[in-house]
């Protein structure tokens, strides 16, 4: 099942693209592995939307995504599975 997520996450790492460990409403989370990443870059004729997915698998078993927004580089949810 997948759960859909909005808002801001922060974000720990020394590079700023790959985060480390992520903080949930449990607390910080290690990021044990990047199981994937790719980038969206559209809608050029509206508003550009630049984005950096990642799906992530955390310290526990949890996966999930989160992005990173490539013109003004803040992190927010996207998706959580189960």
Avoid at 7 to 24: H, N, Q, Y
Avoid at 45 to 68: D, F, K, M, Q, S
Avoid at 71 to 81: I, L, N, T
């Amino acid at each position: 099942m997948t759960e859909l997520l909005d808002g801001s996450v922060e974000v720990r790492g020394a590079d700023p693209a790959t985060p480390e460990a992520l903080r949930t409403e449990a607390g910080w989370r290690r990021v044990e592995r990047i199981v994937t990443r790719w980038v969206v870059d559209t809608d050029w004729w509206r508003r550009p939307i630049r984005r950096e997915y990642l799906r992530c698998l955390l310290a526990g078993g949890e996966c999930c995504e989160v992005y990173r927004d490539l013109d003004a580089g803040g992190w927010s949810w996207s998706r959580r599975y189960d």
